[in-house]
């Protein structure tokens, strides 16, 4: 592991990344636009990186020597509640929908353009590091057993904590806090991810269908949140 030097106020992000050319070029984009960063080339030691560090984002390369991004993830992902931004060099849709049932928050495929990585980078932190409110100055939701904190970014079922990824409780809030509307995959996009829709995206599928029994709801024949063929989803105030 690179050290870096701890400056107060720069966010802190760790790169895991065993292509040193590409974890170096990216280090001084991401210096040179405010931030400390750390470098990590061995998948072995990424998951005590992780917890140690507890950096304000992780950069996570899928294919790495010791341990696969996939398998680091998983194990982090119930102890380091940042931003988790995976890497992958492939474009198979599997790598993708894998790495986010693993608790990846985002992810972007190589090559990726600097500006494009700190785009996603910032609107990442930006959501893990503001309130998330609904419009309405509500900062907690009920719904029978549910409750739903975005001043805390916690929910609760049953008085059970749920444990919910930075991205997962992003998309409960926003679903949540338009309960009773139809909210399409081009506005959860725009809203989470600053991006249009493409049409091929599974990631918003991806997170609903992880988010479903974690709230109770059926994942066969759910209650709580619709799916509305060729809409987008539909959380139901009264379930």
């Given amino acids: 592991m690179e050290a870096s030097v701890d400056t107060p106020g720069m966010e802190h ?26 470098l990590e080339a061995d998948g072995a030691r990424g998951v005590q990186c992780i917890l140690d560090l507890q950096p304000d984002l992780v950069i996570l390369d899928l294919m790495l020597p010791g341990e696969d991004g996939l398998s680091i993830c998983r194990r982090v992902r119930s102890d380091y509640p940042g931003p988790i931004l995976m890497l992958t060099a492939r474009t198979d849709d599997m790598d993708q929908v894998l790495g986010l049932e693993m608790g990846a928050d985002d992810y972007v495929a190589k090559p990726v353009q600097p500006r494009v990585l700190l785009a996603r980078m910032r609107a990442l932190l930006r959501r893990s590091n503001e309130p998330s409110g609904n419009g309405n100055g509500e900062a907690r939701l009920f719904f029978r057993d549910l409750e739903i904190d975005s001043g805390t970014r916690e929910a609760w079922l049953g008085g059970e904590r749920i444990d919910l990824t930075s991205a997962e409780f992003d998309l409960l809030w926003l679903l949540a806090s338009h309960a009773g509307r139809v909210l399409t995959r081009e506005e959860i996009f725009a809203q989470l991810r600053g991006i249009k829709y493409d049409g091929q995206d599974r990631s918003i599928d991806v997170r609903v ?5 974690k709230i109770g709801d059926d994942p066969h024949h759910p209650h709580r949140i619709k799916t509305v063929r060729s809409k987008g989803y539909l959380f139901v105030r009264d379930a």
């Fill in 209 to 213: 269908s992880r988010i479903r029994p």
């Fill in 13 to 38: 992000v760790l790169i895991i990344e065993d292509d040193e050319r590409l974890a170096e070029l990216t280090r001084d984009y991401l210096v040179a636009n405010g931030f400390r960063v750390t």
